[in-house]
């Protein structure tokens, strides 16, 4: 079928067509020249009347032409060349030539092009749901992942199928689950294994307690007392008497004992309130009795560290620790040479609330080594996927490290703007649809696929929580239920007797 036909200057990337039917933005063509059959995507579409043009003021005259002059409305589009169809989509070295023919691309082609080795099935076209979409799934855990998306999107669903299509792959996927929509997550193709957010103290270095503690750098006699009491400290865990479960209430007894002394250093009570001031923001952190969370971790499972009931500030603790003991122990396995250890701790990483726990102009630990795994984890099998409905509060530096994106519906024009400078195969036409596409609908990008896509995500199969609430009906059921019970105990009271 003919879409239309180039007009104007082409160039190597696009070339721009008018047509006398509509095509649909998203749609594949091809256009063939100089003995090559080349994609394109249509990325942009206007439609237009000569005789309507914007300069005339007068309503009666538009209102008369608009009858007379249908025939002269024009359909003008533009493609964006993918590559040559019969060579591994290698971009062309000729332009098209001005009057050729752009068809719509076969099914079969298209079929062709989504095959890859391991596929992770993320929906259909929206403009063919006869053809499924397919990515690559190494280039998503090696290379990282967005997924972006203003709220009620789709991201959610999108996440789900996500992670139930890599457990099929046996991939040992952990959630940052800030909202604790995960814990009872069901999934077709694995089960979920869900880690409580604790670490215990024996795997914490001095320095990410040191930080807790907000000990500052240049503060040499405070650090001597606080390191004292931390060795003191992680030899009675070790030892067994401790009276306490808080590893800061041993650390603070510790040195409340030795500010006793007659003669003690007055820092030592400068130490005290800084460890107090911590103990309320994270005396539930610490449990000498639970494992290293590394190793509570589970291949073919979604292991869910539910974040729901902590902080921001206890969030962001768990996430660097976890995140610099996988990178920490990839490395030593890399290092060591045993390329079956470094590929056994592979680790896929999802964090919801990116935004939250790696902020665009705010420092934080969590943000730090978030950063160092998207720079750093594709090297030792640590792959990074961001979530966040707030793109614009993301930080900069760890989304362009993101070299796959699925984004689903943006409005907010900053949002959009964050995306493109983070993103180089994001292009001013692909951006400009993202306000229009409906729920569920996705531009999927990166190297996890030949060329850019919009995409029908298809619908989560399993069971998970976090969907919108139904506020509305549970009152009306609430009154129904308080109605019916004022007419049970009338009837009960009619029944022994009594009159009202």
Request: hydrophobic share 40%; proline share 3%.
């Given at each position: 079928?003919?879409?239309?036909?180039?007009?104007?200057?082409?160039?190597?990337?696009?070339?721009?067509?008018?047509?006398?039917?509509?095509?649909?933005?998203?749609e594949?063509?091809?256009?063939?020249?100089d003995?090559?059959?080349?994609?394109?995507?249509?990325?942009?579409?206007?439609?237009?009347?000569?005789?309507?043009?914007?300069?005339i003021?007068?309503?009666?005259?538009?209102?008369?032409?608009?009858?007379?002059?249908?025939?002269?409305?024009?359909?003008?589009?533009?493609?964006?060349?993918?590559?040559?169809?019969?060579?591994?989509?290698?971009?062309?070295?000729?332009?098209v030539?001005?009057?050729?023919?752009i068809?719509?691309?076969?099914?079969?082609?298209?079929?062709?092009?989504?095959?890859?080795?391991?596929?992770?099935?993320?929906?259909a076209?929206?403009?063919?749901?006869?053809?499924?979409?397919?990515?690559?799934?190494?280039?998503?855990?090696?290379?990282?992942?967005?997924?972006?998306?203003?709220?009620?999107?789709?991201k959610?669903?999108?996440?789900?199928?996500?992670?139930?299509?890599?457990?099929?792959?046996?991939?040992?996927?952990?959630?940052?689950?800030?909202?604790?929509?995960?814990?009872d997550?069901?999934?077709?193709?694995?089960?979920?294994?869900?880690?409580?957010?604790?670490?215990?103290?024996?795997?914490?270095?001095?320095?990410?307690?040191?930080?807790?503690?907000n000990?500052p750098?240049?503060?040499?006699?405070?650090?001597?007392?606080?390191?004292?009491?931390?060795?003191?400290?992680?030899?009675?865990?070790?030892?067994?008497?401790?009276?306490?479960?808080?590893?800061?209430?041993?650390i603070?007894?510790?040195?409340?004992?030795?500010?006793?002394?007659?003669?003690?250093?007055?820092q030592?009570?400068?130490?005290?309130?800084?460890?107090?001031?911590?103990?309320?923001?994270?005396?539930?952190?610490?449990?000498?009795?639970?494992?290293?969370?590394?190793?509570?971790?589970?291949?073919?499972?979604?292991?869910?560290?539910?974040?729901?009931?902590v902080?921001?500030?206890?969030?962001?603790?768990?996430?660097?620790?976890?995140?610099?003991?996988?990178?920490?122990?990839?490395?030593?396995?890399?290092?060591?040479?045993?390329?079956?250890?470094?590929?056994?701790?592979?680790?896929?990483?999802?964090?919801?609330?990116?935004?939250?726990?790696?902020?665009?102009k705010?420092?934080?630990d969590?943000?730090?080594?978030?950063?160092?795994?998207?720079?750093?984890?594709?090297?030792?099998?640590?792959?990074?996927?961001?979530?966040?409905?707030?793109?614009?509060?993301?930080?900069?530096?760890?989304?362009?490290?993101?070299?796959?994106?699925?984004?689903?519906?943006?409005?907010?024009?900053?949002?959009?703007?964050?995306?493109?400078?983070?993103?180089?195969?994001?292009?001013?036409?692909?951006?400009?649809?993202?306000?229009?596409?409906?729920?569920?609908?996705?531009?999927?990008?990166?190297?996890?696929?030949?060329?850019?896509?919009?995409?029908?995500?298809?619908?989560?199969?399993?069971?998970?929580?976090?969907?919108?609430?139904?506020i509305?009906?549970?009152?009306?059921?609430?009154?129904?239920?308080?109605?019916?019970?004022?007419?049970?105990?009338e009837?009960?009271?009619?029944?022994?007797?009594?009159?009202?």
């Open positions: 079928m003919v879409v239309g036909i180039c007009v104007g200057e082409t160039s190597l990337t696009e070339v721009t067509f008018i047509s006398d039917k509509m095509p649909q933005v998203g594949y063509v091809t256009i063939e020249y003995g090559k059959k080349v994609l394109g995507m249509i990325e942009n579409l206007v439609r237009g009347n000569d005789a309507l043009n914007i300069d003021n007068d309503f009666k005259a538009i209102r008369q032409i608009s009858k007379i002059g249908a025939e002269d409305n024009y359909i003008r589009g533009k493609v964006k060349i993918l590559g040559d169809v019969n060579d591994n989509l290698k971009l062309p070295r000729t332009p030539l001005p009057g050729t023919e068809k719509l691309a076969d099914a079969e082609i298209l079929k062709e092009i989504f095959k890859v080795t391991n596929p992770i099935k993320l929906g076209l929206v403009n063919q749901s006869d053809v499924e979409v397919n990515v690559e799934a190494n280039p998503i855990l090696s290379r990282h992942l967005a997924i972006l998306a203003m709220t009620g999107a789709g959610s669903n999108t996440v789900a199928v996500l992670i139930d299509q890599l457990l099929g792959y046996s991939v040992p996927v952990f959630i940052f689950d800030m909202h604790g929509e995960y814990k997550a069901e999934f077709p193709n694995g089960n979920v294994n869900v880690i409580k957010p604790k670490i215990n103290p024996q795997y914490m270095t001095f320095y990410e307690i040191k930080k807790l503690v000990i750098s240049n503060g040499y006699i405070q650090e001597r007392h606080f390191r004292r009491a931390f060795k003191k400290a992680k030899e009675m865990l070790s030892d067994g008497v401790a009276h306490t479960n808080n590893f800061l209430q041993i603070y007894d510790i040195l409340e004992a030795d500010s006793q002394v007659e003669g003690s250093d007055k030592i009570v400068d130490v005290m309130n800084k460890i107090d001031d911590s103990m309320d923001r994270y005396s539930n952190l610490f449990d000498q009795y639970t494992g290293n969370i590394l190793t509570s971790i589970k291949k073919a499972h979604a292991n869910v560290l539910d974040l729901s009931q902080d921001e500030s206890v969030a962001s603790v768990l996430v660097s620790h976890i995140l610099r003991n996988s990178l920490q122990r990839s490395k030593n396995a890399a290092h060591s040479g045993n390329k079956k250890e470094l590929l056994d701790n592979s680790i896929f990483f999802i964090l919801e609330e990116a935004h939250i726990l790696a902020p665009n705010r420092d934080s969590s943000k730090r080594w978030i950063q160092r795994v998207a720079r750093e984890g594709r090297k030792f099998g640590l792959g990074l996927c961001l979530v966040s409905q707030s793109p614009k509060t993301v930080d900069h530096d760890a989304l362009s490290q993101m070299n796959n994106m699925i984004i689903l519906r943006l409005v907010e024009p900053e949002d959009q703007r964050h995306v493109q400078s983070a993103s180089e195969s994001l292009s001013q036409d692909l951006i400009n649809q993202l306000p229009s596409l409906n729920v569920g609908e996705a531009i999927v990008l990166g190297l996890m696929t030949r060329v850019p896509t919009l995409v029908k995500i298809d619908k989560f199969k399993g069971r998970r929580h976090g969907d919108d609430m139904d509305v009906s549970h009152f009306i059921n609430s009154q129904k239920d308080d109605e019916k019970e004022i007419d049970d105990l009837d009960e009271l009619l029944d022994m007797g009594y009159d009202y």
